[in-house]
């Protein structure tokens, strides 16, 4: 490595221990400039980082924000910031570990339904990202040979994303996205099925035990006889095939099956 090289990274090492703990040593190796000091020029540009940081975080999670109150909301930021700093270009992934830090540190750890909600902002981000792969439609299956059904794996779309709830987090994420007061934080269990529409409009409702049953199945990478072994086993004597095509179609509908 040459020498510029290694004062640069040296530099841009002491810069960024200025930003995030204070740390004055930089001071030394930044030239004076016009009637503006040292510390005045980069105390601007350690708020504006900051403040960057901040509004990332609040365009990310607004719902948790509101949730939160100005103070706490504030609070965590800082707290983010100091603990997790930036290593990427992009901002778009900078609060991945913001669920982390909720159920890490103090006071936010006593409350497990702010980790969780935090997560599940995060995970319509991931959706609404996702790649746009293309979706099977109900007239691609039309030609496909009945032999071939049962060894038939369906894939699902990149934005899909499945989410496990303990606390009614989604409710209260739905209660202030309604403008309405949420209801207390609360144990409450439940499964949710995140994806991008092909409007590419974000989506989400609950799944029930079978349904679920048979999403994972298709995480999994199993075939169609699959998924009505498992559809025969909740509903003995009834016609596992047609309630398994059933299934499939409205997945088609939604767009939850990719080519």
Same mark, same amino acid.
């Given at each position: 490595?040459?020498?510029?090289?290694?004062?640069?990274e040296?530099?841009?090492?002491?810069?960024?221990?200025?930003?995030?703990?204070?740390?004055?040593?930089?001071?030394?190796?930044?030239?004076?400039? #016009?009637?503006?000091?040292? *510390?005045? +020029?980069?105390?601007?540009?350690?708020?504006?980082?900051?403040? +960057?940081?901040?509004e990332?975080i609040?365009?990310?999670?607004?719902?948790?924000?509101?949730?939160?109150?100005d103070?706490?909301?504030q609070?965590?930021?800082?707290a983010?910031?100091?603990?997790f700093?930036?290593?990427?270009?992009?901002?778009?992934?900078?609060? @991945?570990d913001?669920?982390?830090?909720?159920? +890490?540190?103090?006071?936010?750890?006593?409350?497990?339904?702010?980790?969780?909600?935090?997560?599940?902002? +995060?995970?319509l981000?991931?959706?609404? @990202?996702a790649?746009?792969?293309?979706?099977?439609?109900?007239?691609d299956?039309?030609?496909l040979?009945?032999?071939?059904?049962? #060894?038939? =794996?369906?894939?699902?779309?990149?934005?899909v994303q499945?989410?496990?709830?303990?606390?009614?987090?989604?409710?209260?994420?739905?209660?202030?996205?309604q *403008?309405?007061?949420p209801?207390?934080?609360?144990?409450?269990?439940?499964?949710?099925?995140v994806?991008?529409?092909? *409007?590419?409009?974000?989506?989400f409702?609950?799944?029930?035990?079978?349904?679920?049953?048979?999403?994972?199945?298709?995480?999994?990478?199993?075939s169609?006889?699959?998924?009505c072994? =498992?559809?025969?086993?909740?509903?003995? #004597?009834?016609? =596992?095939?047609?309630?398994?095509?059933?299934?499939?179609?409205?997945?088609?509908?939604? #767009?939850?099956i990719?080519?």
């Open positions: 490595m040459s020498l510029a090289n290694t004062n640069l040296r530099l841009q090492a002491e810069l960024m221990d200025y930003l995030r703990h204070d740390n004055t040593d930089v001071f030394s190796r930044i030239e004076a400039a #016009g009637s503006v000091t040292i *510390e005045t +020029r980069l105390n601007i540009y350690k708020n504006a980082y900051r403040m +960057r940081l901040r990332t609040d365009n990310d999670h607004p719902l948790l924000g509101i949730y939160l109150g103070e706490l909301f609070e965590m930021v800082d983010y910031i100091d603990t700093p930036s290593k990427q270009v992009s901002l778009r992934h900078y609060a @991945d913001l669920p982390v830090l909720l159920k +890490r540190t103090e006071p936010f750890c006593h409350h497990p339904i702010l980790a969780e909600l935090a997560a599940f902002e +995060r995970l981000l991931t959706s609404f @990202d790649a746009n792969s293309p979706r099977l439609a109900q007239s299956l039309q030609e040979a009945p032999e071939y059904w049962p #060894g038939k =794996v369906f894939k699902l779309h990149s934005s499945l989410f496990y709830s303990d606390w009614n987090s989604v409710e209260s994420w739905q209660a202030l996205k *403008e309405c007061a209801e207390a934080a609360r144990e409450k269990k439940g499964a949710w099925l994806w991008r529409n092909p *409007e590419r409009l974000t989506e409702r609950p799944l029930d035990e079978e349904e679920l049953a048979l999403l994972q199945q298709l995480v999994l990478g199993h169609f006889e699959q998924l072994l =498992v559809l025969a086993a909740r509903n003995p #004597g009834q016609d =596992v095939t047609e309630l398994a095509s059933n299934y499939l179609k409205n997945w088609l509908q939604a #767009g939850l990719r080519k």
